[in-house]
T-cell receptor
Framework: DAGVIQSPRHEVTEMGQEVTLRCKPISGHNSLFWYRQTMMRGLELLIYFNNNVPIDDSGMPEDRFSAKMPNASFSTLKIQPSEPRDSAVYFC????????????FGPGTRLTVL | QQQVKQSPQSLIVQKGGISIINCAYENTAFDYFPWYQQFPGKGPALLIAIRPDVSEKKEGRFTISFNKSAKQFSLHIMDSQPGDSATYFCAASGGTGGFKTIFGAGTRLFVKA
């Protein structure tokens, strides 16, 4: 199994630009999570989906952030417009409810907003 | 109610020593307590996990001790090795939160050779 796949691995953009992060969960997994990691705030849950439906988006910082999961094998996290304080590592994780509670994390996308 | 408090923030241990990281939670509805290990440039990966119906779980050199009444759990790394140098996160999930996982702030462990 290829594990959770995220792209791009690194993104450098300028303030005000739109950023789209992509995630492909492990095949057969039915929940997907988006996290943000910074030194100051640690690992924060932004949103999670169950069977492609958003369940909890209380961690999404503001309206500039949006996430979609159009099908079981793909999700996007979009930031529009981006700001320097959005600079962080963004992780996607997936879980198979039927096989336990372990979250499998992707390698992350390091976002730098100049 | 949803917080998981982790300590210490950083830890330096000699090779062969015991590393101990502690966590405390507030929500008694949590029913799954995993520990994740993260190396630089990588995503967190599950190390070991416990449910509140047992007080201890051991996997190789890694042991979780769980105290339900005190709402605390800890990770013990026996015979710590330089390769164990990483950031460790405790976490909790379950109850009304479902699969929503609350992570501790993390502990950066450095094992000196």
């Amino acid at each position: 199994d290829a594990g959770v796949i995220q792209s791009p691995r690194h993104e450098v953009t300028e303030m005000g630009q739109e950023v789209t992060l992509r995630c492909k969960p492990i095949s057969g997994h039915n929940s997907l999570f988006w996290y943000r990691q910074t030194m100051m705030r640690g690992l924060e849950l932004l949103i999670y989906f169950n069977n492609n439906v958003p369940i909890d988006d209380s961690g999404m910082p503001e309206d500039r952030f949006s996430a979609k999961m159009p099908n079981a094998s793909f999700s996007t996290l979009k930031i529009q417009p981006s700001e320097p304080r959005d600079s962080a590592v963004y992780f996607c994780a997936s879980i198979n409810h039927g096989a336990g509670d372990t979250q499998y994390f992707g390698p992350g996308t390091r976002l730098t907003v100049l | 109610q949803q917080q998981v408090k982790q300590s210490p923030q950083s830890l330096i241990v000699q090779k062969g020593g015991i590393s101990i990281i502690n966590c405390a939670y507030e929500n008694t509805a949590f029913d799954y307590f995993p520990w994740y290990q993260q190396f630089p440039g990588k995503g967190p990966a599950l190390l070991i996990a416990i449910r509140p119906d047992v007080s201890e779980k051991k996997e190789g050199r890694f042991t979780i001790s769980f105290n339900k009444s005190a709402k605390q759990f800890s990770l013990h790394i026996m015979d710590s090795q330089p390769g164990d140098s990483a950031t460790y996160f405790c976490a909790a999930s379950g109850g009304t939160g479902g699969f929503k996982t609350i992570f501790g702030a993390g502990t950066r462990l450095f094992v000196k050779a």
